[in-house]
């Protein structure tokens, strides 16, 4: 007889995993649409039942062999838990994290000011095997931003599951060519989707692991689209703003006014903006590079008005006991130990509710999360009546736009506004001005000619 799984607390166990937002969104949808599946058919939840479910699965849904292995994982990660709670182990990391983790003392990101891209030790990903934690420790003892660690380990476990064998064995040139073609062909991805995923195959076998692929040869190359970003006109920029409020509407502003990537906006601290010399600092940007940029005189007051909100919010946390105070990076929160309390450390956009980190267990007042705002940008841009996808990344875009229909001189601007090194259109540098000039006048001239559109800077 099939021994019969209990697992009541699963989703509260998922909830404080380790894993990555979307994959533990994912794994959410399948243990729950498995669990429905055997209330349906009278069985227990068991490994005979979960080959069953996956069975039906894949006869009724026909998927993709990618999709049906995302379906494998979410069950096996359910079993695989439940079996840790039955012998009554400790449930918040998963339990092949546990062996091979990566201690962070040696993640902490590398550069002037503060490391803004690993914003909590929770957000780290965990290795599942020794093979993972030697790639895990080569990138953060390279100070490689947190969303790099995602990228890389996620192509090395798709490889992986594809090639069918386990570890370092599936990074062999046929095989990356195999899973090269099979990206091209039979899941269309985009030509940067590819090459993102040969490179860092190709830097987890050579750097990572040493090995020397030689030629990986010929495969077939996705096709590359070229696509123009979306542009909202300075009408459609009003009607887009009318419909925000509060304190959504001044992140939309300074998104918009400094030219500011979300990531960016979300982790500001109250020091970084300088608001007598009308400039906000990025700190540990795209690349590990700080920069500053224009903060409008238009918004100075808004904001003044927004910081004493904070303020009380930030006074009455220190009356709670209980709260640990704003996450700091690792160095500086053992050189200084109270900075988590100081005001000048506190995120610009804090959220209303108080989190526990699922790691270290400490309570702390993390920033907005960033699916939040996007949220609240799309549905303005639905509710303006646009016929154009609005996203965050959308008022970077109107914002150099605007700027060139206006006839600003972009480098006489770019001088005068921030003179260290601020470049809001993209990876041109104010060290770089001829080849910067040049993009822009091609740009203004394609601009002119197609007044309805514009393309990628």
Known sequence: MAKVIHFPRWAEVLADSGLESKERE????????????????????SFESAKAF????????????W??????????????????????????????????????????????????????????????S??????????????MALKTERTYLRWYRDLIRHAGVHGRDALTPARIRAFLDYLA???????STQKQALNSLVFVAQEAFELDLGEIGEFVRAKNRKKIPVVMDKAETRAFFAQLSGEKLLMANLQYAAGLRVSELMRLRIQDLDLRRNQVVVRCGKGGKDRAAPLSEKLIAAIETHLMAVRGLFEQDLTNVELSGVYLPEALARKHKNAGKDWRWQWVWPSREISRDPRSGLLRRHHVLPQVYQSAVRKAGIGAGLNKRITSHTLRHSFATHLLEDGVD?????????????????ACAIFALPRC?????????????????????
């Open 54 to 65: 996956i069975t039906w699965a894949e006869k009724t849904k026909q998927p993709n062999e």
């Open 67 to 128: 999709v049906l292995e995302r379906w494998r994982e979410a069950i096996r990660w359910f079993f695989r838990m439940a079996n840790v709670q039955a012998k009554g182990g400790a449930l918040s990391v998963p339990v092949e994290s546990r062996e091979w983790k990566v201690e962070s003392g040696t993640g902490a990101k590398r550069c002037k000011g503060y490391a803004s891209e690993n914003d909590t030790e929770a957000e780290r990903i965990q290795a599942r």
């Open 26 to 45: 994912g794994f959410r949808v399948t243990i729950r649409w498995y669990l429905s599946w055997c209330a349906r058919s009278g069985v227990g939840c």
């Open 185 to 191: 062909m039979e899941r269309a991805v985009a030509s």
């Open 437 to 457: 000039v040049e993009r822009f006048r091609t740009y203004w001239g394609m601009l002119r000619s197609r007044p309805h559109r514009s393309i990628r800077m």
């Open 410 to 426: 972009i480098v006489q601007f770019i001088a005068q506004r921030a003179p260290m090194n601020f470049h809001p259109f993209g």
């Open 130 to 143: 020794e093979d993972e934690a030697t790639i895990l420790k080569l990138m953060r003892r390279r100070g």
